[in-house]
């Protein structure tokens, strides 16, 4: 069964690479742009791959929606196994591509949309195979782990770290995506989907944004709590439905989290039978997102075809999962939940009493209205 | 493709308790102890499984050599799948097994014989297929990190933390494979052997005991270096060769190793291409044993019967890996090596310049025969 991979950008090259040194040859490359270096594997005709009746295999890592949508679901219904390191498209269209692998008789499988280098996903999916999974909870992108460490190792401001972060390559010019939550929202409701076998919309996920953490932040909850703060994505099973969503979280400091130091990644499950376990490594880069999607070929190329199947439809319930918040604001709210408030010049440090998430989030909108610096963390353990 | 377990023991039953909830039924379970639970499944005949021609995958966890060599070589001659949480086993006859794997076109499996429920072994070996590993490292016998981390957080002594060890069953009344190292040695000599495909036994696997460390040598390290100690194994890619052995081992608190509370284990990987990936969990246990157990033979039952080979045998040589080491000591030697000298009381503490493993692990045998208190721990980092 050869192999084909759509996309000779960062990840793409970096999987080809990965194949041909380790003895896979990769027999079609589809990019728009010229690779001399690829000679004639390189095509611009995606239907060179598509009628070739040789390759079994299609590797997407072109990104986007459009493009990468029409050529993976004709591949799928071509009766070819796809791969996949493109989070958006995965989370976007989770229950069609899965229903369409199932109809076609193939496997569609992604490991390097979420984690990067680290073989989350495919551990995780191994796991629910003989385990319940009570809960997946991590640090998912590096840029805004990268921020976080700058902040409390180096003492650095928010924005110096993150200007720092761009310069290094690891945020974008538009830095929105990382520190607003999307791209830890979409590994999350990935990462929920395989635990809890159901098809979570990047929608779903309650996120607040690491945007408004500021260095006195830091300072109290260091002082006040003896903790450290990093930026977690949840997907919790409960009675009959999953709560998914992106905090800044509380964390002792001597937590695996809290030691986890620049872009590095780590994320744990939680099994009834295995207790927890985590997986740490690089959470994006040319050769650990490259070779995680090229080891997805290998497994398939070498026999490993288990079929997908279309997800359940599990109800996403983010009342049902509580616990206990920190917020610092000036907005003066009628608030029940509050179970203790410092009053610093005119901000409000509160500690909440354990609410739901959906609650937080929605005070958290009112607040941002008054105070559009507020700033809300959760408490883990 | 039928199963069967042999050993109905801590981790036999695990396995067996996994299996059957998750829907895959165990045909046979051999023990010679009556278990009326087990109904017509139970059998205290090897013959009823090795010539059942429906059964295609054993599963060995019975422990010890000679019994399980036996019934193990068997099965794989008989052209079975073997699966096995074995350390004392795979680590003995490791080139045998694999050999005989080949010879009979069948696959062994051993993922739960190092890292318990931690899929450490399964992951390095899917890492190997297209990168190449440089150190495999890691906290493998949760016994001597509970005592460690008993000694870090909660002040106790050596002898206090070792007798709780005990009393929650994590240590047995004999603790001399947990706290000598013997333990960690084997799963370091497997976890190599998969790493660079050689065959290293046991005996190759320099180690040092954890059982002279001190309340007062976490003090000194602490105090002197502002570190702390964990017992690691260590397995490093040197040019033409490889180095095998453990040490107590002073790493930075920020460390994930520094982290790794109670009994649990980390085990990590160093890929040219990948970087570090680090694997957290539960070390030991029924039902995380037990669950390790199962998946090995479930991914044979789903198909991936990716064959075993034979290893190449790569040179062992513990004098090209070197390190700076500490030194506590009242013995007194002429030794060229040493960079600085405390002398407190009457003992020495000492840092070394950078050594080879061979050469502390000499100077060891020196220092222990005229103080046999004598300890010593490399610097990671």
């Known amino acids: 069964m050869k192999m084909a991979i759509l996309g000779f950008g960062v990840v793409g090259s970096g999987a080809y690479e990965v194949l041909t040194k380790a003895g896979y040859p990769v027999k079609r490359v589809l990019d728009i742009r010229p ?180 260095k006195t932040d830091l300072e109290y909850i260091d002082q006040k709590f003896g903790k450290t703060i990093r930026y977690l994505g949840y997907g919790t099973k409960n009675d009959g439905s999953v709560s998914v969503f992106v905090e800044p979280t509380i964390i002792p400091k001597d937590s695996l989290e809290a030691n986890v130091n620049k872009n590095n990644n780590m994320i744990s499950l939680f099994g009834d039978v295995v207790g927890r376990l985590s997986f740490y490594g690089q959470g994006a880069g040319k ?38 918040y920190f917020i610092r604001t000036t907005a003066d709210m009628p608030f029940e939940f509050y179970d203790s408030v410092d009053k610093i010049d005119d901000v409000y440090y509160i500690v909440t009493k354990e609410i739901s998430v959906s609650a937080m989030h929605e005070a958290a909108d009112l607040m941002l209205e008054q105070d559009a610096d507020s700033f809300f963390a959760g408490f883990e353990y």
Chains 1, 2 share one sequence.
């Open 35 to 214: 690779h001399a270096e690829l000679g004639d594997v390189l095509t611009s005709n995606f239907d060179d791959i598509l009628n070739d009746d040789e390759i079994g295999i299609v590797a997407e890592a072109i990104g986007g929606l459009s493009a990468s949508y029409a050529f993976v679901s004709k591949a799928l219904a071509a009766g070819k196994h796809v791969v996949s390191s493109n989070k958006h498209l995965v989370c976007h269209y989770y229950k069609e591509l899965h229903e369409l692998a199932q109809a076609n008789g193939v496997t569609i499988r992604f490991t390097s949309s979420a984690g990067g280098g680290i073989p989350w996903l495919f551990n995780l999916k191994r796991c629910v195979r003989c385990d319940r999974i009570t809960k997946v909870m991590g640090i998912m992108n590096g840029t805004t782990n990268f921020i976080l460490d700058a902040m409390i190792r180096d003492n650095r401001r928010f924005a110096d770290a993150l200007a720092e972060a761009q310069k290094l390559g690891y945020a974008e010019a538009n830095p929105s995506a990382d520190i607003d939550g999307n791209d830890v929202a979409r590994k999350t409701a990935i990462s929920a989907n395989i635990a809890y076998n159901t098809a979570v919309s990047e929608q779903e996920v309650l996120t607040f944004s690491l945007r408004n953490f500021k």
């Open 287 to 324: 050769y650990p997102t490259g070779i995680a999607l090229a080891q997805d070929m290998i497994d398939i190329a070498e026999g490993d075809t288990a079929l997908s199947y279309a997800p359940d439809a599990v109800e996403v319930d983010n009342g049902a999962c509580k616990r206990k």
